[in-house]
């Protein structure tokens, strides 16, 4: 199993609804995530990051943990279409080191 | 100015060419990280650095070098370029330890083509 793993899309959505993405992760990582969002043909930049089981919200954006199930979810409530991008879930890991991301997904949300 | 700067933007190549790519950062950050990003594949780490004395390979460190010339400094070196190298390179940076270290700082990224 990959450290992260993600579903890589696309995940099309209309404009107003929630989006809803999902990340899974191996034991090889550290019990902190991140979200990373990545419009097409620029760098990545980080919108939110949890720590502790349950939900973290700013904003639009809601960050979800769940460490019995192994999982990380962000939701995103009256998607946009300037939300259109790759979300990248990452993991810090070899100790809190390292940074590992998972393949991303592509959202896409439509008029 | 941008707080971490990629050069070169843009390089197309051939095979068995040496190449550099420079990261150099003003954010003050220890930590130096260099990814290669491929479709489908995400952001896969190559090299890191905490100081200019330490050095650690990534997932992906076979084919590649690195040099801290200075604690702005963070060289990405291919000895001798082949086409599986084409993808898009990122450096990034990060303060220390903790949850501080999962917050990168990326660079606008360098795109390599290798013919």
């Known amino acids: 199993q990959k450290e992260v793993e993600q579903n890589s899309g696309p995940l099309s959505v209309p404009e107003g609804a929630i989006a809803s993405l999902n990340c899974t992760y191996s034991?090889?990582?550290?019990?902190?995530f991140f979200w990373y969002r990545q419009y097409s043909g620029k760098s990545p930049e980080l919108i939110m990051s949890?720590?502790?089981?349950g939900d973290k919200e700013d904003g639009r954006f809601t960050a979800q943990l769940n460490k019995a199930s192994q999982y990380v979810s962000l939701l995103i409530r009256d998607s946009q279409p300037s939300d259109s991008a790759t979300y990248l879930c990452?993991?810090?890991?070899?100790?809190?080191?390292?940074?590992?991301f998972g393949a991303g997904t592509r959202l896409a949300v439509h008029p | 100015d941008a707080d971490v700067t990629q050069t070169p933007r843009n390089r197309i190549t051939k095979t068995g060419k040496r190449i550099m790519l420079e990261c150099s950062q003003t954010?003050?950050?220890?930590?130096m990280y260099w990814y290669r990003q491929d479709p489908g594949l995400g952001l896969r780490l190559i090299y890191y650095?905490?100081?200019?004395?330490?050095?650690n390979k990534g997932e992906i460190s076979d084919g590649y070098s690195v040099s801290r010339q200075a604690q702005a400094k963070f060289s990405l070196s291919l000895e001798s370029a082949i086409p599986n190298q084409t993808a898009l390179y990122f450096c990034?940076?990060?303060?220390f330890g903790g949850g501080a270290a999962g917050e990168l700082f990326f660079g606008e990224g360098s795109r390599l083509t290798v013919l």
């Open positions: 949890i720590y502790s089981n």
């Open positions: 990034a940076t990060s303060d």
């Open positions: 034991d090889r990582v550290s019990q902190s």
């Open positions: 990452a993991a810090l890991s070899g100790g809190y080191n390292k940074l590992i």
């Open positions: 650095s905490f100081d200019v004395k330490d050095i």
């Open positions: 954010k003050g950050h220890d930590r």
